[in-house]
């Protein structure tokens, strides 16, 4: 019987993941959910929680949902440990997000700024749970969504030595149900390859008779008749990429690659956000005051559909399907932050990456990629990894000098004195999130 502990239990996305646990339940023998919370969300635990344990009822099932603020008895013989936490909830995130904007620099709380702050807060945390996993439940699996998911996966095996852990992302899911819907081809009789880092991957297609469509897909999407939606991510404004320079890439960007090919106009349409108060984060808190309101409902005993306003709808395809991969070696084809091991041979050996590959009961297995078409992927990549490395040594020092470092190589930063200005206010606004500064 499987013992599930999720922490961060009291995020507005917990019944995307008791959805697709019950939709998997012949594939998943569950006995008990833990849903781990700290003092500051015990309300929305609380509110979430029974709202989990209404959806498990209503679909018949006798699972144990239990809610708890203490991390270290609940981990205590899990099977699977999923993260799921904000370190600070999301006023951290406003800050994240207006304070860079407040200099006219990209908050962007996975990949800016924003998203290195992020780190801070959350690595030391990722570590503590790592330590307590060791005690309590030393073979577990750690699925990770908790961003910058692709920085704390690293840290969780590179700094916490916990190799059974793999990051996770959405983002991939809606590029491949896109791709389909776009060629008129069902998924399953299309091949994705993607490659590259959280937030930061490139992928290819092709069809059932062996021809590549990724040039074709290229220029339905982005080429110059380009009048339909490509943008599926609700948290990102649906500005258009560079017809030519996307052409010359020969990759489909992922929707995050938006804030570094078209930096100005994605500036631009933040700093108006900014203005009127309306930040991604902003507009969030709000989404999820609406949510909570349904989840107080005692009727409710189903997942909403205001929650595909968030940007993380459907998440509980890739964090539910993972665990019924490796709970049953089913193979499923995913893309998952996982070890290099030399599989996109432009990237360090040791590094996590995001790639596609098929999920074992042994962990992923990934598709060997080889190198970039280019020097232009390359590069970028390459400096953005460099600078994923930086954030998360200075995390586990609090080494102060690597923080600026890494502001000033992270390509939405400025470097120089708006680095340091920035980085300071940050660290300022967030100490008491940041034992280790
Ligand atoms: P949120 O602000 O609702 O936080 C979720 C919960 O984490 C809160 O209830 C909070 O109290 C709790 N928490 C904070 N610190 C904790 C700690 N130390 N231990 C245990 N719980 C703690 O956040 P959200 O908007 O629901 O997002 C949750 C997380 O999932 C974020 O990190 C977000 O970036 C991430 N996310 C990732 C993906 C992905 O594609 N990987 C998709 C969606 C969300
Ligand atoms: C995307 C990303 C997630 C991110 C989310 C933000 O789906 O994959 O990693 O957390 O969007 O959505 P939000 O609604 O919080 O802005
Ligand atoms: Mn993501
Ligand atoms: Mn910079």
């Known amino acids: 019987a499987l013992k599930i502990v999720t922490i961060g239990g009291g ?59 203490d991390r270290k008895t609940a ?5 699977f440990v999923t993260t799921q936490f904000r370190v600070g909830l999301l006023d951290a995130r406003v800050k994240d997000e207006r304070i860079p904007l407040s200099h006219g620099v990209l908050g962007q709380e996975t990949n800016g700024a924003g998203g290195m702050l992020k780190a801070f807060r959350t690595i030391p945390v990722i570590l503590d749970i790592i330590e307590d996993m060791k005690e309590q439940c030393p073979d577990a699996w750690l699925v990770n969504f908790t961003n910058p998911a692709g920085m704390v996966t690293e840290a ?18 809606g590029h491949c149900s896109s791709a ?86 994605m500036l631009q349409h933040s700093i108006e956000e900014f203005e009127k108060g309306e930040t991604r984060a902003q507009v969030v808190k709000e989404t999820e005051r609406r949510l909570f309101e349904l989840y107080k409902d005692p009727a409710l005993d189903y997942k909403p559909e205001e929650l595909s306003q968030r940007g993380g709808t459907h998440y509980s395809d890739a964090a539910c399907e993972i665990i019924a991969s490796i709970q049953n070696d089913k193979r499923t084809e995913m ?67 690597a923080a600026l470092q890494a502001f000033t190589v992270n390509p939405l930063v400025p470097g120089g004195t708006m680095a340091k200005t920035i980085l300071d206010e940050l660290l300022y606004a967030h100490k008491d999130h940041l034992p280790q500064f």
């Open 180 to 265: 389909s819907e776009k060629l008129g081809i069902p998924e399953n009789e299309l091949f994705f390859k993607f490659a590259g880092i959280n937030h930061f991957h490139w992928h290819r297609v092709w069809d059932k008779t062996g021809k590549e469509r990724t040039a074709e897909l290229i220029d339905i999407l982005y080429g110059p008749d380009q009048n339909e939606d490509n943008n599926h991510l609700k948290n990102i404004h649906s500005a258009s990429f560079h017809y030519e320079q996307i052409k010359d890439l020969g990759m489909l960007p992922c929707g995050y690659h938006r804030y570094y090919y078209i930096e100005d106009e």
């Open 11 to 69: 995020s507005s996305y917990t019944p995307e993941l008791i959805e697709g646990y019950i939709k998997r339940k012949d594939q998943l023998p569950i006995k008990d959910i833990v849903l781990v919370d700290i003092e500051e969300g015990k309300e929305k635990l609380e509110i979430v929680g029974e709202m989990a344990k209404r959806m498990v009822k209503a679909a018949g099932l006798d699972w144990n949902v239990e809610l708890t603020l």
């Open 156 to 173: 969780a095996i590179k700094v916490g030595g916990w190799e059974r852990t793999v990051g996770l992302c959405n983002v991939p899911i």
């Open 335 to 401: 893309v998952v932050s996982t070890q290099n091991n030399g599989t996109i041979t432009d990237l360090p050996y040791d590094s996590i990456v995001e790639v596609s590959g098929v999920v074992t009961a042994h962990g992923v297995e990934p598709y060997n990629w080889g190198a970039f078409p280019s020097g232009a992927a390359r590069g970028i990549i390459q400096n953005m990894k460099g600078m994923e490395e930086t954030v998360i040594r200075a995390a586990v020092e609090g080494n102060y000098g």
């Open 75 to 79: 981990l205590k013989g899990a099977d």
